[in-house]
């Protein structure tokens, strides 16, 4: 069997190792990561032309399946993906790692509705952990961001008043909790990334009485979906 697997998801690298060496899988991640994780097996980097040129791919590398097990915010290559299974008759399996419950959170729908809540509220000292493509929407703020990220993001997209943290977790909630408190933080701004590699800092927030705005995930294709890597592996394992 002949998998394509989207995705530089911890989840994608888990489902590459339980399925590795029984099924030939290519794990495709963006490149938007200088440095990626990488999972075992084949892998390919770079975007493939849209919807037609991932129809292109997985036709002449006679894919059986597609799992997408893209970030939760990927949904330009989750529909494109949806897409092509569609016009190929492809099977089409979307792993998705569960939201974070948002209850106690301010939620808005983009990046720029949470810089609005950011100035209408009057935050002084934010945690902007939106990742490098989300500084732009807050770069007119007149707070001060500390802004974590894989990669730096570019200087004119940043706010006036920032320190940027180079950092991949996941993260502990000792440590998390700490960050919050050595840098004075009054609201953390996230997206709805779900997972547990992460999920520590909106515990210490919520714990330590800090404001939370969430950006809510987008709307994703309606195909069949799991929330966990085993039910991805009995999925694979079935056909």
């Known amino acids: 069997m002949h998998i394509l697997l989207l995705g530089g998801t911890a989840e994608a690298r888990a489902l590459a190792a339980r399925l590795h060496p029984d099924v030939e899988v290519i794990s495709s991640l963006a490149g938007r990561v200088p440095d990626p994780a990488l999972p075992v097996g084949e892998v390919r980097i770079g975007g493939f032309g849209g919807v037609d040129g991932l129809i292109g791919w997985l036709g002449q590398h006679r894919v059986d399946a597609v799992v997408d097990a893209t970030h939760p915010f990927a949904a330009g290559i989750s529909a494109n993906a949806a897409a092509a299974c569609a016009t190929l ?127 809510a995930r987008p709307s994703a294709p309606d195909v069949p979906s799991v929330g966990t890597v085993d039910d991805a592996v009995a999925w694979v394992r079935s056909r």
């Open 89 to 215: 008759e492809l099977p089409l399996l979307r792993l998705a790692r569960p939201a974070w419950d948002p209850a106690g959170a301010i939620t808005v729908g983009s990046n720029a509705e949470a810089a609005a809540v950011v100035d209408k509220n009057g935050y002084r000292r934010v945690f902007l952990t939106t990742g490098r493509s989300g500084t732009q929407a807050f770069a007119g703020s007149p707070a001060w961001f500390l802004i974590r990220a894989v990669t730096p993001p570019e200087p004119d997209t940043l706010p006036e008043r920032n320190e940027v943290l180079l950092s991949r977790g996941p993260y502990t909630y000792d440590g998390e909790r700490a960050l919050l408190r050595e840098h004075r933080i009054d609201a953390l701004v996230t997206k709805n990334s779900g997972g547990s590699m992460t999920r520590a800092k909106i515990d210490a927030a919520t714990d330590m009485g800090i404001d939370i705005v969430m950006i």
